[in-house]
């Protein structure tokens, strides 16, 4: 199992960024799927998750509104789209495995993109 | 939304036993919240250790366990190993969506 994230950077604030998780090694689309960041120094947040098919998602009440997680099983893909980026978005944003019948979710973690938002 | 809470930081000898604990605002921590564990040393993604409140992973090593104590979901550390000092984080799932605890420093010293 490999996961591995792209597209994190420097934002400027009130800016949108879309970070990307390769997934490689398992069976993609029968996997639940989940994005989790942590801030320069803070602990582990739960962002959002996707079903394998896509058709549900959940957010933490933290992240509603601005943060969209979707993927693309044909790709392999994942993604997380993050509008009006704020200074304390800042973080590394990791992509994580949810629950199959093969796996218990939270299993399979990539080494995670860096957004850091400034002016 | 439930907070969930750990010890900021723990010390445990080499060889010694250790217990962390992980708590819901909520009430007590149960089975039906899948408590998780995760281990993340400075520098690297974490790393599962327990998930289902008391399975590890394949790659877990077996002086890690899980379980309930007080109505807390609790790992702990039976002969610990310098190379388990770490930062240790909880999960606990409410209906579908996910908490972290704030996690806890553990040194082994």
């Known amino acids: 199992v490999q996961l591995v994230e792209s597209g994190g950077g420097l934002v400027k604030p009130g800016g949108s960024l879309t970070l990307s998780c390769a997934a490689s090694?398992?069976?993609?689309?029968?996997?639940?799927m989940n994005w989790v960041r942590q801030a320069p120094g803070k602990g582990l947040e739960w962002v959002s998750s996707?079903?394998?098919?896509?058709?549900?998602?959940g957010n933490a009440d933290s992240f509603k509104g601005r943060f969209t997680i979707s993927r693309d099983n044909a790709k392999n893909s994942l993604y997380l789209r993050i509008d009006s980026l704020r200074v304390e978005d800042t973080a590394v944003y990791y992509c994580?495995?949810?629950?199959?019948?093969?796996?218990?979710?939270?299993?399979?973690w990539g080494q995670g993109t860096l957004v850091s938002v400034s002016s | 939304q439930a907070v969930v809470t750990q010890e900021p930081s723990l010390t445990v000898s080499p060889g010694g036993t250790v217990t962390l604990t992980c708590g819901s605002s909520?009430?007590?921590?149960?089975?039906?919240?899948?408590p998780y564990w995760f281990q993340q040393k400075p520098g690297q993604a974490p790393r599962a250790l327990i998930y289902?409140?008391?399975n590890k992973h394949s790659w877990t090593p077996v002086r890690f366990s899980g379980s309930l104590l007080g109505g807390k979901a609790a790992l702990t550390l039976s002969g610990a190993q310098p190379e388990d000092e770490a930062e240790y984080y909880c999960?606990?799932?409410?209906?579908?969506?996910?908490?972290f605890g704030g996690g806890t420093k553990l040194t082994v010293l």
């Open positions: 996707i079903s394998g098919g896509g058709s549900y998602i």
């Open positions: 909520s009430g007590d921590v149960t089975s039906g919240h899948f």
């Open positions: 999960l606990l799932s409410y209906s579908g969506a996910h908490v």
């Open positions: 090694g398992f069976s993609f689309s029968s996997y639940d």
């Open positions: 994580v495995s949810g629950g199959s019948g093969y796996s218990p979710p939270f299993a399979y």
């Open positions: 289902n409140l008391n």
